[in-house]
């Protein structure tokens, strides 16, 4: 069940804060809604507001898509931003919901940090931070480089995504033979679709495994690209991908492989022929006496 947290839209102007509403309605288990929004600043010919605007449009989508509710833009015909859209949305309309992967957020004076399960990760390795309109400028977050967030506002707020690398051995057959019994250890660390707000969503990652590659299985579109970016050794690394005619595509980072699924093989029980063997065995003494009843008419 699902509750709306937020006063009705262009009610006020800083309808948008859900932070305490939000916390009350998920303490009791109810999915916390903000209510409708634009996407765009300007759109006139509505009678009630006929002179308002939406002044943070990109902070109305955020705030809407981490309240973890369903996302419901409000825009009149043809005044919808599509880019912004589909920040929260895959290409059939799923919102990305939140996940595991860290996201710190400013805009003001307030901050907010979600789904900070870092602490459960085994990794030797410190976590990596980067805003999300820049993964250039990502940062080691630790103890000794705390994060500096500055010059935040309602427009140009700050998001921050945060992830932990993993150590792995990216080593391919060919590099193997080159190089003997030489061994790299990569430092790895999934970074996602980076034009989501929610770059690692369960809705589009639907299973991650880590051996000697990374695995990933994608859920999209039929005939979506989707991009999904990483970081190896400090260095930026993106494969895009187009989802097959089943949904689904395995995207692989050591060759930037992109495979369709495996069909899955059904195997007879092996138990079955021996079931049919016993139902028979079961069944043929019964005809074999009718049948020599039959013969003493």
């Known amino acids: 069940m699902q509750i709306r947290v937020s006063p009705d839209y262009h009610s006020q102007a800083d309808q948008w ?27 006139p010919g509505n009678p009630k507001y006929p002179t308002i605007t939406e002044p943070y449009p990109s902070l109305e989508a955020l705030v809407a898509t981490l309240s973890t509710g369903p996302v419901g833009p409000g825009d009149k015909v043809n005044s919808t931003d599509v880019e912004m859209l589909m920040r929260y ?5 799923r919102w990305q919901s939140l996940t595991q992967m860290g996201l710190l957020v400013k805009f003001g004076q307030h901050t907010v940090l979600y789904k900070m399960l870092l602490s459960s990760s085994k990794s030797t390795h410190d976590p990596i931070v980067f805003p999300y309109n820049d993964v250039s400028k990502w940062q080691v977050f630790n103890d000794s480089n705390p994060l500096q967030i500055n010059n935040c506002n309602n427009q140009n ?37 980076l034009n989501k707000w929610v770059p690692v969503s369960p809705w589009r990652i639907k299973k991650l495994t880590y051996s000697d590659d990374v ?18 050794n400090d260095q930026i690394v993106n494969i895009t991908c187009t989802v097959d005619m089943m949904d689904t595509i395995i995207i692989g980072l050591k060759d930037k492989s992109c495979s369709p699924e495996p069909t899955p093989i059904i195997t007879p029980s092996p138990n079955a022929g021996s079931a049919i ?21």
């Open 89 to 93: 949305f895959q290409s059939q309309f």
């Open 17 to 43: 804060k859900i932070g305490v509403t939000s916390i009350l309605a998920d303490a009791v288990g109810l999915v916390p809604y903000k209510d409708t929004f634009w996407t765009t600043t300007n759109q």
């Open 157 to 193: 707020f700050c998001l921050y995504h945060i992830t932990v690398p993993q150590t792995l051995l990216l080593i391919s057959f060919i590099t193997f033979v080159f190089l003997g019994h030489f061994r790299k250890e990569d430092k790895v660390a999934v970074l996602g679709e």
């Open 277 to 297: 063997r016993s139902k028979f065995i079961t069944i043929f003494p019964i005809i074999f006496c009718v049948l020599n009843v039959l013969r003493t008419f």
């Open 215 to 232: 695995a990933m299985k994608v859920a999209g579109e039929a005939g979506e690209n989707v991009t999904m970016s990483y970081m190896v």
